[in-house]
C-alpha cells in the first residue's frame, strides 16, 4: 500500500548511517521502518549499511559502505517512479519489472535506465563507474559522449568521466569483492558466499565433452560421454 508522503520504507540498517530528510533535518541513525521521501539523502560511513524497498513493487535498493544516494520518486496512480542519485560507493539493485516508466540511476557520470532487473554499481567521481549485470538488461549512458552499451548478465561496464565506454566479461575477482561487502552486510552467509562464486567459475566455463573409453573385460569397448558447460 502506498503512504501518503513516503515512497520507500528502510528494511535493514548497521553501522553509521547519516540521514538527511527532504526537510533538513539530520540524523544519525536510521531504524528498520523509517520511510523514506522524495529527495532524502542517505550516506553510510566505514561500516554502514542501508536496505530500503519501494511501496508499490518491492524493488529493493542495498546501500553499501561508504556510499552516498539521493532517493527520489513521484507517485503517478498506484505507482511510484523511481530515480536513484548516485554521489559515489557501492550500491546493489534489486528492481522488480516496471510499467511505463523505467527505473533511473544517475551519477556523475552516467545515467542508467532499467525495467527490472538485478545489478551492481560502483560509483566514484574521479574514476566513473562500472556496472556489473546480474540479470537482465540495463541501458547505460555516458553523459559526456552520450554512448550507449547494454549491461546483460555476467558483464561488466565501466563508464569514465571523459566519455570513454566499454564492457567486458566480469571479472572473478571483482564479483567477489561485490559478495564480501553482502557477506559483511549480513546478507548472504558463509556457504552461500561459496555457492555464489562456485557458480560465477561455472559461467566462464566452455560447453563441452568428455568421452571415457571403458573395456568391459570381454573386449568390448563401452564410451561414457559427459556433457558440461
Known sequence: MLSED???????????IEYKKNDGTMKNRLKPGTSLFNNDRI??????????????DG???KVHKNAEVYVYGSVDKRS??????????NVKFEV????????????????????GTDFWLESDDEEGDQFFGLSGLVNVQ??????ILQLTRNTTIVSEPDGNMNIKKTDLNDFKKLQRLELAAGEIDENEFEESILEQLGED?????IKIQLDDGSGSIKEIIIKYK
Request: aromatic share 6%; glycine share 12%.
Open 6 to 16: 513516503g515512497i520507500a520504507l528502510i528494511t535493514k540498517s548497521k553501522g553509521k
Open 43 to 56: 550516506t553510510t560511513g566505514a561500516n554502514g549499511f542501508a536496505k530500503y524497498v519501494y511501496l508499490d
Open 59 to 61: 524493488s529493493m535498493i
Open 80 to 89: 511510484i517512479i523511481k530515480q536513484i542519485n548516485v554521489s559515489g560507493g
Open 96 to 115: 522488480s519489472k516496471q510499467g511505463k516508466d523505467d527505473f533511473t540511476i544517475i551519477t556523475p557520470t552516467s545515467v542508467a535506465t532499467v525495467k
Open 142 to 147: 555516458n553523459i559526456e559522449s552520450n554512448i
Open 205 to 209: 566455463l566452455p560447453e563441452g565433452e
